[in-house]
């Protein structure tokens, strides 16, 4: 009888031991199963990314010398609270000379609005121009003629997806399309400062308070890409200023993708 009682007491012990590892292997396998699903739904990218939607660059060409050009930066300013816009003042300095030296003006600017003419086989700029998509130009001052390229420029489909993400002072930028380029596309950095007013004293809008929007503060060509592979690029930036990415064939030529991050 003791015997018996033993071997019942050892079956039971037996049993109780499988039921504890069972109980210890399920309790490991949903461990697991938690961790790889944690994982999985874990944020890959920074939380300030933007994907790239249909943008239609518009580059004004301006000056606080030029007593035509504060009417063309109001429809600039109209033009920039628009979603599927991305409107840029670039700020020239060949006006400079007559009597009020424009603050923002960049000699960048003036060389950027010269290779335009260029490529458009002209010999001279002028203010207020506006140029739509690396393509068309137009007088600043002729609003219906403007709306009419943005549509234009709309109708232009890109094969590129373009994305990125800023944390901290780093940007991430990736790219890919479904058809490459030759020659390569610039990859173009762009920092703006999103408003400013400045009160003219002397030469043709002396004594006026100009309003100014998406002043370009710096431009970059940070690479070249030619589309054969997808384009990543990781890019040190400082500063609180907005940051665009352009991408557009050189010349300069037809833009073919934009973004900004605020």
């Avoid at 109708?155 to 940007?171: H, V």
């Amino acid at each position: 009888a003791v015997a018996v009682a033993f071997s019942v007491l050892a079956f039971f012990l037996s049993v109780s031991r499988m039921v504890y590892l069972k109980e210890i292997l399920a309790l490991a396998l949903l461990t697991v199963l938690f961790a790889t699903t944690s994982l999985q739904a874990a944020p890959l990218a920074p939380s300030q990314i933007k994907t790239e939607t249909p943008l239609t660059v518009v580059e004004l060409y301006t000056s606080q010398g030029c007593s035509s050009c504060p009417p063309a930066d109001t429809l600039l300013g109209e033009l920039a609270n628009q979603p599927n816009i991305l409107a840029l003042s670039f700020h020239v300095d060949y006006w400079d000379y007559i009597g009020w030296k424009d603050v923002f003006a960049r000699t960048e600017n003036t060389a950027r609005q010269k290779a335009y003419a260029t490529v458009a086989g002209r010999r001279s700029i002028y203010t207020p121009q506006m140029v739509v998509g690396g393509l068309h130009d137009v007088v600043g001052t002729h609003p219906r003629d403007v709306e009419d390229l943005i549509r234009k420029d709309r109708n232009r489909a890109s094969p590129i997806k373009l994305s990125a993400a800023r944390k901290g002072n780093q940007l991430r930028l990736e790219a890919s399309t479904s058809a490459p380029f030759s020659p390569p596309l610039d990859v173009q950095l762009v920092r703006l400062r999103p408003n400013a007013s400045v009160t003219v004293n002397r030469g043709e809008n002396a004594g006026k308070i100009l309003d100014y929007h998406n002043i370009v503060t710096d431009w970059q060509v940070i690479a070249r890409w030619d589309g054969r592979a997808p384009l990543q690029i990781t890019q040190d930036i400082s500063g609180t200023e907005p940051v665009v990415v352009i991408l557009q064939h050189p010349g300069p030529g037809a833009i073919e993708a934009a973004l900004r991050l605020r």
